[in-house]
């Protein structure tokens, strides 16, 4: 497959300060859609189709088809758009094969009811490391970077790397490794390998919490911005001294704030619990679990 440019849109959500983006070949006209966000407020329980709305109408404007929706992980900080999306502008929902071991953490945290299966079946498709396929004439391959949790997945489309929850911008660092089944290791390990691509390649951030020094939000640098100034891990880094600093770091962290509604819509791809008896769905907040 060629290595075309990626034609990449971000969109900020600032409320969560999560970036998606829609990456889409011209020619071809053919797109993905990357960890699109559902809006949730918290105070009320009511979700809103605003943010989400911007894709679809980038996906009009520029005349698109939509063939997959890429979700990098099952996020702890916002609602994900995916299972709405799919209905308005289609695509394939798809995460990567190990998101299994994360609805088997966290069935039993939630008592989710027994028909929930811990198979990955409520997504489309499920990546396996290395993956490669095509979006239009673009290449694109699924990494697998487990860490932030075990089942994260980073996807290269063209030259346009988009990391997930694994390196920030080189002045904000890394992903917090504590959620369940997180690993300040196994981060060390995938951020190294994607270390090996090539030095110019596009890095798109998941996020970006803009430091102190900083008076804009940024989301795109370079893999060897990355390797020469990140500020938790560059190439030189010791795995040891990254985990120490990791762990420190995260020992510190509150747990975000839509932890607990977005990881049970997250893991059913999207889609919101059952309906109870009433005919209204539900979510759940365990006490003292988390
Ligand atoms: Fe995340």
Known sequence: MSQSQAHVLAFFDAATFTVSY?????????????????????????????????????????????????????????????AWLQGVVGGQIAIGKGIDQVQKIFKPIFDLEAEFFTDGRQ?????APN????IGSLSAKALSVPG??????AYLIGDALFVGDTVFMPDVGTARCDFPGGDAGALYDSVQRLYQLPDDTRVFVCHDYLPPHRHEYQWETTLAAQKNSNVHLRADT?????????????????????????????????????????????????????
Request: aromatic fraction near 8%.
């Open 148 to 153: 932030h949790t075990p089942a994260d997945m």
């Open 22 to 82: 829609l990456v889409y070949d011209k020619v071809a006209g053919r797109a993905a859609i990357i960890d699109p966000v559902l809006d949730y407020d918290a105070k009320s329980g009511r979700t809103s189709t605003a943010g989400a709305q911007k894709i679809v109408n980038a996906v009009h404007q520029l005349n698109l088809t939509v063939d997959w929706i890429l979700e990098t992980h099952a996020h702890a900080d916002h609602v994900s758009a995916a």
């Open 123 to 127: 997504f489309d498709y499920l990546f």
């Open 238 to 290: 010791r795995r040891d001294d990254f985990i120490a600093l990791r762990q420190a770091r995260d020992a510190s962290l509150a747990m975000p704030q839509l932890i607990l509604p977005s990881i049970q819509i997250n893991i059913r791809a999207g889609h919101f619990p059952p309906a109870d008896a009433n005919g209204k769905r539900f979510l759940k907040i365990p006490l003292n679990v988390l």
């Open 131 to 134: 993956e490669e396929w095509g």
